[in-house]
């Protein structure tokens, strides 16, 4: 999977200390973006997030690129209302007869028995997919026969409020493994560019209630055991 950032609103975490600052100080519009020190803009934000004043949040955006990600990932990441997709046309665009384009899930890939039944069956399917379109069948009713693991691109943006709330659910060691390791990747891009804003992102173990019981087993100790 490849998962790049596109673009983000310039100065993320500047831009949300600006929007709190003219909710709780007298200051003019004009004032709000010239230089504040960091470690007030930091507690700002910090305040923010604990007393979940977290509109701030939707005034910055970013952007991704996500490649090779399987279309039961993609399925469980456009439930996610907030957020905006681009994603790639099966009706449009033949699909690869490549059996890399079918995503092979960790607990396949390493017993050999179920690898040689997935690859086989991916392998019919392609080929039964290719003989459709070469009969004449449109490209949107081949598709049936594919694999739902199928990989697909796709281009999402979120804000930085819906961000926090899917690192939150999809950071959870019970997520599924794929769509885990995307918001991981999602969210270590988040920090290079809005440390700030993105220090207190994560799962309910590490900032709040774990809202699974703690069923896993194995909650995160903290962010570094997560991003390692
Ligand atoms: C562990 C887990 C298991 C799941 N299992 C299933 C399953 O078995 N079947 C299934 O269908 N889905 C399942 N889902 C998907 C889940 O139900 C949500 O669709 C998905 O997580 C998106 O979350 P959301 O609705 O909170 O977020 P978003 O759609 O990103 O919305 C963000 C927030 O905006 C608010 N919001 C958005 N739209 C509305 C609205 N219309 N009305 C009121 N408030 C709104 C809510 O506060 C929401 O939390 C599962 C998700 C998780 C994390």
Redesign the pocket.
């Known amino acids: 999977m490849d998962v790049i950032l596109l673009t983000h609103t310039p100065n993320p975490d500047s831009l949300v200390a600006a929007a709190a600052r003219i909710c709780y100080r007298d200051v003019t519009a004009g004032e709000l973006l010239r230089g504040e020190e960091e470690n007030l803009s930091r507690r700002l934000i910090a305040d923010l997030f604990t007393s979940g004043h977290m509109s701030t949040f939707e005034h910055v955006s970013f952007t991704f690129g996500v490649d090779g990600l399987s279309r039961v990932a993609s399925h ?1 990441l456009v ?5 905006s997709f681009s994603q790639q046309s099966q009706r449009y665009v033949k699909m690869s007869a490549d059996p890399g384009a079918v995503i092979i899930p960790p607990s396949v890939s390493k017993n050999p028995e179920a690898l040689s039944i997935f690859t086989e069956t991916v392998r019919q399917s392609q080929e039964a997919y290719a003989e459709l379109c070469a009969l004449g069948i449109p490209k949107e009713d081949a598709r049936f026969i594919l694999p739902h693991g199928h990989s697909t691109r796709l281009v999402m943006t979120m804000n930085a409020r ?1 961000l926090h ?2 690192f939150s ?2 950071l ?1 060691r ?2 599924q493994w794929e769509i885990h390791e995307l918001a991981r990747r999602m969210l270590a891009l988040c920090r290079e560019v809005a440390p700030v804003l993105f220090d207190m992102a994560g799962p309910s173990c590490i900032f709040g209630e774990c809202t699974e019981s703690r069923n896993c087993g194995e909650p995160y100790k903290d962010m570094e055991d997560l991003l390692a």
């Open positions: 469980q439930r996610h209302r907030m957020a819906e709330h899917f659910l999809r959870c019970r997520a």
